[in-house]
């Protein structure tokens, strides 16, 4: 019998992995929170469903027979909001967490939740690994943070749960380095000195389905292996077109949620996994 896999957020990210998957010969669920998607998801999985984690009364059922469960939700609305980000990180976890735990199957079932690299926050660029220390100092990376506790929590006797901590997304319909290089001679109002982490689309494909064959349990990086300052990143771009630089500040603006680090991915790299993309700059096509 095929393994049942679910996507819950059928996304950028969540849609490509359902396509890769069910090509693989999974049997696929997936949800979207707008029901105006509905179509376009009945076309990329076999168990189409409308789910938004966090509304009363919603219906887990879905989740009861699946072998692999990927959790790729984020605001979507065109109108973010910072109650929208705590609706999906804070009470659409906690109640996606509270049914997986209350399934009424208890079959084995391997949990990838995709988090963001961001929450290292600032390290002053340094090298930083899954055991140092996040920045819980910003307000929405504590929420982060939290929503990955609640992850790490479903880990039991029959539940595996992991968390895959991405850079940046850039990939097909996401050119980054377009978008970088359309700043050319325009002054951005960000520090151009920070250290970002980045990572292809494919690549995280390839590292959920890595995860689910490998019944990953705990927190892993998802990065390439690019660590340049935002402002050395434009430079190469730029430069390879023959263009202006971006103009970058030096400075943070008051408030801004920091990123500077170079967060390495060789705890995935040990256990056997490697992007295949190794940067934006290098964009190699992926096999
Ligand atoms: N974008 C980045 O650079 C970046 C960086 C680091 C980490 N990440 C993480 O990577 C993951 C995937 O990102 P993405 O770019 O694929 O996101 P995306 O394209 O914005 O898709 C998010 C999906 O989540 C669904 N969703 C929103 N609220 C939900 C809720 N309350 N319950 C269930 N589903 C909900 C959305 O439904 P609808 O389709 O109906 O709107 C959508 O399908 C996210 O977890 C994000 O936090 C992204």
Redesign the pocket.
Same mark, same amino acid.
């Given at each position: 019998m095929a393994s049942r896999f679910g996507v *819950?957020?059928?996304?950028?990210?969540?849609s490509a992995v359902a396509t890769h998957l069910r090509s693989a010969g999974f049997e696929l669920t997936g949800?979207?929170?707008?029901p105006a998607?509905l179509g376009e998801l009945c076309d990329l999985v076999d168990h189409p469903r409308i789910?938004? +984690?966090?509304d009363q009364g919603s219906d887990h059922a879905f989740i009861d027979d699946l072998d692999g469960l990927l959790i +790729?939700? +984020?605001?979507?609305s065109s109108s973010f909001e910072e109650d929208q980000y705590q609706? *999906?990180f804070g009470a659409?976890i906690s109640d996606l967490v509270n049914g997986v735990q209350s399934r009424r199957s208890r079959k084995p079932l391997h949990v990838t939740y995709?988090?963001? +690299?961001?929450v290292y926050g600032d390290q002053a660029g340094a090298l930083c690994h899954e055991q140092t220390p996040p920045d819980e100092t910003s307000s929405t990376n504590a929420l982060l943070l939290e929503a990955e506790r609640r992850i790490l929590s479903l880990n039991t006797d029959d539940i595996q749960a992991c968390v895959l901590r991405?850079?940046?997304?850039y990939g097909p319909g996401k050119d980054i380095a377009s978008f970088i290089r359309s700043a050319s001679g325009n002054l951005v109002p960000k520090n151009g000195s920070h250290i970002n982490a980045w990572i292809h689309r494919d690549d995280i494909v390839r590292g959920v389905d890595f995860a689910f064959n490998k019944r990953l349990q705990g927190i892993f990086n998802l990065v390439d292996e690019l660590q340049l300052s935002r402002r050395e990143l434009s430079n190469a771009l730029c430069d390879e077109e023959g263009l202006a630089p971006v103009i970058w500040e030096n400075h943070d603006r008051p408030g801004a949620r920091v990123f500077n680090a170079r967060v390495s991915n060789s705890r995935l790299k040990e256990v056997g996994f490697t992007p295949r993309v190794s940067s934006m700059l290098e964009s190699l096509p992926v096999a």
């Open positions: *819950v957020g059928c996304g950028y990210v969540g949800t979207v929170t707008n998607r789910y938004k +984690a966090g +790729a939700m +984020a605001p979507t609706s *999906v659409g995709l988090s963001s +690299a961001g991405l850079g940046g997304i």
